[in-house]
DNA sequence: TCTAGGATCGGCT
DNA sequence: GCCGATCCTAGAT
């Protein structure tokens, strides 16, 4: 699920107006058996509740006091999984996004708290129908699918507390075409 | 109720 | 590369 998340469309509509990335980085937290997922062991609390719901809802937590980090849940009612967006690569409401975050366009939206900051995402969207355009955030595809070969797995990143689950190759990303591997 | 620590970021050296 | 900001969450008491 992580790989097929990249490359789609993140979109969101709020009262400023659209804005959407292409993702391109996410890692995958494998639930009750992930010593790196909110739900390890089976923790079921207030703040993963919509981890434990059902698949292609918002799962919005705070970091560090300061940031907010997207996921997307990704199997349904009982097991506890999801997809961390990580980067996305802006395609539309560049403007709006560079005002979110003050301007610097070089990092917009090269990590989850930023990505959030870019979209105005926050823990008030826990929970959102990421399928369905009326809930002001969802995932969209315009046909673009990235080649297994551009796919990139590695570590994820600030787990290092999971023990040997942080060094599972569960972070995937890929870089655009350079022309010449076409 | 108390406390330790975190799926990060940005400024500074 | 290092470090502080900042506050919620989860687990312990």
């Not at 995402?121 to 990421?130: E, K, M, Q, T, W």
């Not at 990235?146 to 796919?151: M, T």
């Not at 990143?157 to 075409?177: I, T």
Request: with cysteine; hydrophobic share 40%.
């Amino acid at each position: 699920m992580a790989r097929e998340l990249l490359g789609k469309l993140l979109i969101r509509r709020s009262s400023e107006g659209l804005a959407a990335l292409r993702l391109a980085e996410v890692e995958a937290y494998l639930g009750v058996d992930d010593p790196a997922c909110h739900t390890f062991g089976g923790r079921r609390t207030r703040r993963t509740a919509t981890m434990w719901g059902e698949a292609g809802h918002a799962y919005v937590y705070l970091v560090y006091g300061m940031y907010d980090c997207l996921n997307v849940v990704t199997v349904g009612e009982g097991h506890p999984e999801a997809v961390l967006i990580r980067g996305g690569i802006p395609v539309a409401g560049e403007e709006l996004m560079l005002h979110r975050r003050q301007g610097r366009r070089r990092h917009l939206a090269d990590g989850p708290g930023k990505l959030c900051r870019a979209l105005a995402i926050s823990r008030a969207d826990d929970g959102a129908d990421l399928c369905d355009p009326a809930s002001g955030l969802w995932i969209a595809q315009d046909g673009l699918t990235i080649p297994a070969s551009r796919i990139v797995a590695a570590p994820r990143v600030g787990v290092d507390y999971a023990g040997e689950a942080a060094a599972w190759p569960l972070r995937f990303s890929w870089s655009p075409a350079t022309g010449r591997d076409e």
